[in-house]
């Protein structure tokens, strides 16, 4: 493995990986990018192709990609709704069990109220000046953020009658 190439890819790869976890999906990206595979010729990409299988290899051997160890720390990590982060995964290269997989391991549905919570309280301050928009503004906003429209309908209306109860 003393291809000079490889070396090279190797270290950029090494580099990539250390600003946070990656999927082998986002790897390979990372190095077709780097080494401009689309406009290579058949025989680079094959050449090509083969240190793309070293590298990884490699770093699987080491333990510096994990799909399952990146998508249980993906979910833990983001800030999002579950539907939002599972189709975020899924373009990520997870695969389908994988996801199911990590998913199992959390409440993401706790995950997601305590989240819609948590936001609806930080734009509730911000809408509520024109409460005729206030319960519009507050469905887009979550529901861009990844959260299905039942359970942000159902936490709106909840914070609709506590308010109305504290104006009383």
């Keep these: 493995m003393s291809d000079p190439s490889f070396e ?3 270290d950029k790869t090494l580099r990539f990986l250390s600003f946070r976890p990656r999927s082998e999906k986002e790897i390979l990206d ?3 990018n780097k080494t401009s595979f689309a406009k290579a010729a058949d025989d680079q990409k094959e050449e090509l192709s083969q240190t793309f299988d070293k590298i990884l290899k490699k770093l699987k051997e080491y333990k510096f990609i994990d799909d399952l160890a ?7 990590n983001r800030k999002k709704g579950k ?21 199992s391991l959390f409440d993401l549905a706790k995950k997601d109220s305590d989240l819609l919570e948590k936001l609806i309280d930080k734009k509730w301050k911000i809408y509520q000046r024109n409460p005729e928009k206030a319960y519009e ?15 942000v309908k159902k ?5 609709l009658r506590v308010d109305e109860k504290l104006e009383e």
Excluded: C, P, V
């Design 8 to 10: 090279n890819l190797y």
């Design 30 to 32: 990372y190095l077709k």
């Design 70 to 76: 990146f998508a249980k720390w993906f979910i833990e």
């Design 83 to 103: 539907r939002l982060i599972l189709l975020e995964l899924s373009h990520k290269g997870i695969s389908k069990e994988i996801i199911e997989e990590a998913q």
């Design 137 to 151: 503004k507050m469905m887009g906003f979550l529901m861009r953020r990844g959260f299905d429209y039942d359970t």
């Design 155 to 159: 936490a709106i209306k909840k914070r």
